[in-house]
Every structure is written in C-alpha cells, then in structure tokens.
C-alpha cells in the first residue's frame, strides 16, 4: 500500500502561483509514476499532470501546458506540481495519484490522495 497526502492548496488570485506537494508513505519502493487530477465542482475528475518513476518523462494536460509543472524529489519521496498564471477555471480540488504503468487515466491510476482544494478568483 501506498499512501500520499496532498498539501500547498489554497486562495489565490488570478495570475499567481501556487505549488501543490503529494507525499508518499508506505510501500515507495516500487517504481511508481506520479500524477496530478482535478475536480470542479459538478465535473468529472480530469488529468492534469503526470511524471514517470525515473521523472525523465512528463505529460500534461493541453488546458496547462506551459503553466504548470511536474516534478518529483525522490530523497523525501514527494512530488511537486508548480501552478503559474492561475486561472479561475484552474479552480478544483486536485488529487495526487501513483501508479505502477504511467498513465493519463484515472483507471490507470492505483493509489490516491484525499485532495488539497485550490481556488482561484477573478
């Protein structure tokens, strides 16, 4: 089992920067990729960020391409995701997640964390 807990969410306005961090505990040791989900309020949860076990590999979604970035420090076992130019429709409660394969679905993924909630006004 592994488990992550998400922290760094909160207010924000838009054009800021915030940076989410998902620590993992447990059984780290298996060569697990990392991502990042989001989900608005009355939407479906969405991809946003994946980052492989070596971190040499990275995808985003397009709605965050050169906004957002992925990364992954191995000695605290925590993945990072760097959200610049905030947006209101960035707004969600996002979702770290580990998995064996690397994936951009949620049925790809393995393990979850309980969410960190970002909010960004206009």
């Known amino acids: 089992q592994v488990q992550l807990v998400e922290s760094g969410g909160g207010l924000v306005q838009a054009g800021g920067s915030l940076r989410l961090s998902c620590a993992a505990s447990?059984?780290?040791?298996?060569?697990?990729?990392m991502g990042w989900f989001r989900q608005a309020p009355g939407k479906e949860r969405e991809f946003v960020a994946v980052i492989s076990w070596s971190g040499g590999s990275t995808r985003y979604a397009d709605s965050v391409k050169g906004r957002f970035t992925i990364s992954r420090e191995y000695a605290k076992d925590t993945a990072y995701l760097q959200m610049n130019i905030l947006k209101p429709e960035d707004t969600a409660v996002y979702y770290c997640?580990?998995?064996?394969?690397?994936?951009?679905?949620?049925?790809?993924?393995?393990?979850w964390g309980k969410g960190t909630l970002v909010t960004v006004s206009s």
């Open positions: 997640a580990a998995a064996r394969t690397m994936g951009t679905s949620r049925d790809d993924m393995d393990y």
């Open positions: 447990g059984r780290t040791n298996g060569g697990h990729a």
